[in-house]
């Protein structure tokens, strides 16, 4: 049972370069998001999904975009990577009692740099 | 939108001592989890705790969303407890939140031997 697996664990991106961050997860979870990181600071909130086919914004979704079309996978996308995008991403997934999303599990993160 | 403090900011310790960290937050909550970034950054989740008290071993929360505080207490610490904890919250919108978690600052933890 291996959890929430992202790839990579490090990325340097050129300024206007465009990647995907990969996750998936194995614990067949309804709800997944991702989070982003700054130096000393809390995490927040990109984007998440209820389910395949379902996505929405969150705190933070300017210069990102998703898709879920399965249950398992949750890929990030970034578009014209700009400094301002670098950061530790972390995506998660959490399992649903009475469709309240209750415990979260994170990935391993990802090492963002934009130089 | 909701606001999470956590304090103390930062904390220093001596092996075996016990501490306390709290998180206050600004708005009815049905979701709260305790959270510890370890030094080389993995989240692992601690307790899932919107109300009442919990025990894991060396650790305990308790939460009283009436007042809106949460406290995380852990008792004759390691070296291996050092790193960063993070309270995270979620606020119920038409009866759901999704689990969409408001992260606190966090509170900076180091055991020395």
């Known amino acids: 049972n291996a959890g929430v697996t992202q790839t990579p664990k490090f990325r340097i991106l050129k300024i206007g370069q465009s990647m995907t961050l990969q996750c998936t997860q194995d614990?067949?979870?309804?709800?997944m998001y991702w989070y982003r990181q700054d130096p000393g600071m809390g995490l927040k909130l990109i984007y998440y999904?209820?389910?395949?086919?379902?996505?929405d914004k969150g705190e933070v979704p300017n210069g990102y975009n998703v898709s879920r079309s399965t249950t398992e996978d949750f890929p990030l996308r970034l578009e014209l990577a700009a400094p301002s995008q670098t950061s530790v991403y972390f995506c998660?997934?959490?399992?649903?009692?009475?469709?309240?999303?209750?415990?979260?599990?994170f990935g391993q993160g990802t090492r963002l740099t934009v130089v | 939108g909701i606001q999470v403090e956590q304090s103390p900011p930062d904390l220093i310790l001596q092996e075996g001592a016990n501490s306390t960290l709290r998180c206050n937050f600004s708005?009815?909550?049905?979701?709260l989890q305790w959270f510890h970034q370890n030094p080389w950054g993995q989240l692992i989740n601690l307790f899932y705790?919107?109300?009442g008290t919990k025990q894991n071993g060396r650790l305990s929360a308790t939460t009283v969303a009436t007042e809106r505080y949460s406290l995380l207490y852990i008792s004759s610490s390691q070296t291996t407890d050092s790193g960063v904890y993070f309270c995270?919250?979620?606020?119920?919108?038409?009866?759901?939140?999704?689990?969409?978690?408001?992260f606190g600052q966090g509170t900076i933890l180091t055991v020395h031997p």
């Open positions: 995270a919250v979620a606020v119920p919108r038409g009866g759901t939140s999704y689990g969409k978690l408001t």
């Open positions: 708005d009815s909550v049905n979701n």
């Open positions: 999904s209820v389910g395949a086919g379902i996505t």
């Open positions: 614990m067949n979870h309804n709800y």
């Open positions: 998660a997934s959490s399992y649903t009692a009475r469709g309240l999303g209750v415990r979260a599990f």
């Open positions: 705790i919107p109300s």
